[in-house]
């Protein structure tokens, strides 16, 4: 389906049905390490990109093929933004009002400084923002947000967020070895979660290739002492190992195309998942893609990971 895919198997959220209700990398971040690549151009204008009825449809049609307990969370997530959607707050309601399934909306919380969206967002069950930096010159090195962005009115629109959200405020801070990691800039990252009051700091790191081939896993030393910092309520996301749902792909070449356009996978995992699906043809199908320029293959920490053809990444290229 073209907007609602899984239920794919989330770190944080168990095994999560993915709504997406907006195009390939449209955002108003270029993050470093995103695992979709680099945004071109940035924007910031909300509107619909696709019929919002269609995507309730599918929604509904995904619900009806599984059985109660397949599916943990529904997560609006997209491919860039979520909040970019216009009708973001009444897609999560009409969702909410066919099911009791926990509606889920992961966001780079940019737009948490907009009344709008703050409105649209109380809605969800569980909302789940990123703050990386807490002063400007980190923020804009690591996000590389839309121009007008200031990070002290972001975090205010989180704060003010939180105290009319009664749902849990999952709070994610990505670091990235010598951008966000030094104890000067984990203090106001965690002074700045103070002025917010998540429910949880869920610490996470780059385990895909990133947006810039320069970007670096912290050292074991940063993420121990960054788990110090930020407190108790702060956690480090272990990697979650589940099941990818295949059910309604016809061919192993649509089911590889739909897997990595949203979750970029290494090698062996994607073999893994989709030799179920396909007996000995997931090899063959990934090298006939790469060579039809549909998929392309990076090295990542010593691992192969494919991932689709449309991203845009500063990389070096494989020896």
């Known amino acids: 389906m073209a907007y609602v895919y899984g239920p794919v198997p989330s770190r944080r959220l168990g095994q999560s049905l993915g709504v997406d209700p907006i195009p390939f990398k449209t955002c108003n971040y270029n ?4 695992q979709l690549g680099r945004t071109s151009p940035v924007t910031n204008e909300r509107r619909d990109f696709f019929p919002p009825e269609d995507i ?17 969370y529904i997560t609006f997530v997209g491919q860039g933004e979520p909040t970019l959607c216009a009708s973001l707050g009444w897609l999560i309601r009409q969702v909410k009002a066919m099911t009791d399934i926990p509606v889920a909306v992961i966001t780079n919380g940019a737009l948490l400084c907009q009344a709008d969206v703050r409105d649209e967002l109380t809605a969800a069950d569980v909302v789940m ?15 590389r947000p839309w121009p007008r962005f200031r ?40 002074d700045a ?19 810039e081939h320069w970007v670096e896993v912290p050292d074991d030393e940063a993420i ?17 190992e589940g099941t990818f749902d295949l059910s309604g792909f016809t061919d192993v070449t649509e089911a590889v195309l739909e897997v990595i356009r949203r979750h970029p996978m290494r090698e062996a995992r994607l073999v893994e998942t989709l030799d179920h699906f396909a007996p000995g043809k997931v090899q063959s199908t990934l090298a006939r893609l790469e060579s039809s320029g ?14 689709y053809a449309a991203s845009t990444f500063e990389r070096k290229k494989l020896p």
């Not at 993050?31 to 995103?34: A, D, Q």
């Not at 930020?230 to 990697?239: H, R």
Request: proline fraction near 6%.
């Open 31 to 34: 993050c470093v390490y995103c």
């Open 56 to 72: 309730l449809t599918q929604v509904r049609v995904a619900l009806e093929r599984h059985r109660p307990g397949e599916i943990d």
């Open 129 to 143: 923002p990123t703050l990386d930096a807490a002063d400007q010159t980190t923020f804009r090195r690591i996000n």
């Open 151 to 190: 990070i002290t009115e972001i975090i205010e629109g989180m704060a003010v967020f939180r105290e009319m959200f009664h749902g849990q405020f999952w709070m994610e801070v990505m670091l990235v070895k010598g951008l966000n990691d030094d104890e000067p800039t984990l203090l106001s990252i965690r």
């Open 193 to 211: 979660l103070a002025r917010i009051g998540p429910d949880r700091i869920q610490i996470n790191v780059p385990i895909r290739p990133p947006a």
């Open 224 to 240: 121990v002492q960054a788990t110090a910092i930020l407190g108790e309520a702060a956690e480090v996301v272990a990697p979650y």
């Open 294 to 307: 549909q998929v392309q293959r990076h090295v990542y920490r010593g691992e192969i990971f494919w991932q």
